[in-house]
């Protein structure tokens, strides 16, 4: 992948440096949530505060690490494609509004969503329209959890959460509450975040030429694909797997849908209405 070409979004805002740490008597808490709960596209709409918001405060500027300049490439790259798509597909219906983004370090007050820790993985909370990430994620991605923490995995990973922002503009977000019934009250938020990881492959469909996006780079974005699976995740952490409590779909399922994102680029409502076809439930995706 080569951003040296890429424009930037105006809508990114690095916190890291000036956050708040988790507070003394909630932080074990929000760390056995947020491993249980899911390390990576959970949707905190209508969360209760997970710590208090009196932890102490830190102090210095954001890391020169240049993430702020990367996700303002790659937020720059889903905006252009997103507008295009949204004029496209959905004129005079929906239109596409940027989303916000925050990079954070320890925790983050999402702005309507509440406050939560780096433990929960990168997210994207509705009310606030805003995806939030903490950069270390990456490191846990790969190091625990097998995925890759290579340039263009890291942009699946804000492709992702932008995709739950299309779905949240269009109204796929609000679909769920209708599911519950057909999945059995278990796995309905697999639809969203299956969609989600297909709208990640549309987006790089789309950004491919610009950003130069070769087979390497989308051979890291399946890595992870597959890494963050429920099946994946569970039997690393506990030695088995429990398809009941899947949320975001298996290894197998975001292995395909952002394949097939990529390979159609389709983002017409035919094809995101799929993911809530009444005839089929969630885990048979």
Not at 4 to 26: C, F, P, Q, W, Y
Not at 58 to 75: A, C, E, H, T, V
Not at 127 to 147: A, N, Q, R, Y
Request: aromatic share 10%; proline share 3%; glycine share 12%.
């Amino acid at each position: 992948m080569d951003l040296s070409g890429a424009s930037e979004s105006g809508d990114v805002e690095d916190r890291r440096g000036n956050g708040k740490t988790l507070a003394i008597g909630g932080g074990i808490g929000a760390l056995v949530l947020g491993l249980i709960g899911a390390y990576f596209g959970i949707d905190l709409n209508g969360l209760k505060p997970l710590v208090n918001n009196g932890g102490q405060q830190q102090q210095g500027d954001p890391p020169k690490d240049g993430y702020d300049k990367f996700s303002r490439q790659i937020l720059g790259s889903t905006n252009a494609v997103w507008d295009k798509q949204f004029e496209f597909h959905y004129s005079g219906k929906h239109r596409y509004e940027h989303p916000r983004m925050v990079l954070f370090s320890k925790g983050v007050d999402s702005e309507g969503c509440g406050f939560a820790p780096s433990e929960v993985g990168p997210f994207y909370c509705p009310k606030s329209k805003t995806v939030f990430l903490d950069p270390t994620f990456f490191e846990e991605l790969e190091g625990k959890l097998g995925g890759d923490k290579a340039a263009f995995s890291q942009a699946y990973v804000i492709g992702h959460e932008v995709g739950h922002h299309v779905q949240n503009l269009i109204g796929y977000n609000t679909k769920v509450d209708e599911f519950d019934r057909i999945d059995g009250k278990k796995n309905a938020g697999i639809r969203l975040e299956l969609q989600a990881d297909y709208l990640a492959g549309v987006w790089a469909h789309y950004a491919k030429d610009a950003l130069k996006i070769d087979s390497n780079d989308i051979a890291s974005a399946l890595k992870t694909a597959q890494a963050i699976g429920d099946d994946r995740i569970q039997k690393k952490m506990q030695g088995w797997s429990s398809p009941e409590s899947f949320t975001h779909g298996t290894a197998a399922q975001r292995l395909k849908y952002f394949k097939q994102g990529f390979q159609t680029g389709d983002a017409g409502k035919k094809a995101l209405d799929h993911f809530f076809d009444r005839n089929i439930k969630a885990l048979e995706l």
